[in-house]
T-cell receptor, first 111, second 111 residues
């Protein structure tokens, strides 16, 4: 089954404790991206990747890092999380240069 | 900077009534526009894109460059159309590729 898998689905952590949200897709898609969803703001793009070792900033990249060492994986890294990064995060992949398949989301709470 | 505006947070219609979900955009270049949908307890998914000029689940959307709009329409609403709908703009500043979402409109179809 074609899918995008995010882990963890839920995480409560504390300010400053590094965390990684993993994202994996099994469709051999070149395009992958990360979004955060906040009430009243909709989805905002954090980072995207057009291919292995090719990443670029979206609209809200501050405080986040990504890597794309393999085509199937696109982890989101918060080196020093802060409370304003409490949000619902979505990973997506697709053919071409736009997302077609999304993960189930990861709800992060930074205390 | 590009922007996508969905003026209605909630649109409530009766079953069988026509539906129009509004989307306006601002972008100085040549845009690509998309509609995404999220049904209850399901993942966000791509509904349609303007370049395909397709009809998906009875929905159509026409890009109107003069009015900078990409409204989503369906002549007769069905209960299963109840969902959250997001309009998105794909821009290409230089060699980058960004996707900007609107804040979404919840469509509620009632009997």
């Amino acid at each position: 089954e074609a899918q995008v898998t995010q882990n963890p689905r839920y995480l409560i952590t504390v300010t400053g404790k590094k965390l990684t949200v993993t994202c994996s897709q099994n469709m051999n898609h070149e395009y992958m991206s990360w979004y955060r969803q906040d009430p009243g703001l909709g989805l905002r793009q954090i980072y995207y990747s057009m291919n292995v070792e090719v990443t670029d900033k979206g609209d809200v990249p501050e405080g986040y890092k990504v890597s794309r060492k393999e085509k199937r994986n696109f982890p989101l890294i918060l080196e020093s999380p802060s409370p304003n990064q409490t949000s619902l995060y979505f990973c997506a992949s697709g053919l071409g240069n736009q997302p077609q398949h999304f993960g189930d989301g990861t709800r992060l709470s930074i205390l | 900077a590009q922007r996508v505006t969905q003026p209605e947070k909630l649109l409530s219609v009766f079953k069988g009534a026509p539906v129009e979900l509004k989307c306006n955009y601002s972008y100085s270049g040549s845009p690509e526009l998309f509609w995404y949908v999220q049904y209850s307890r399901q993942r966000l998914q791509l509904l349609l894109r303007h370049i395909s000029r397709e009809s998906i689940k009875g929905f159509t959307a026409d890009l109107n460059k003069g009015e900078t709009s990409f409204h989503l329409k369906k002549p007769f609403a069905q209960e299963e159309d109840s969902a959250m709908y997001y309009c998105a703009l794909h821009s290409h500043p230089g060699t980058a590729s960004k996707l900007t979402f609107g804040t979404g409109t919840r469509l509620q179809v009632t009997l």
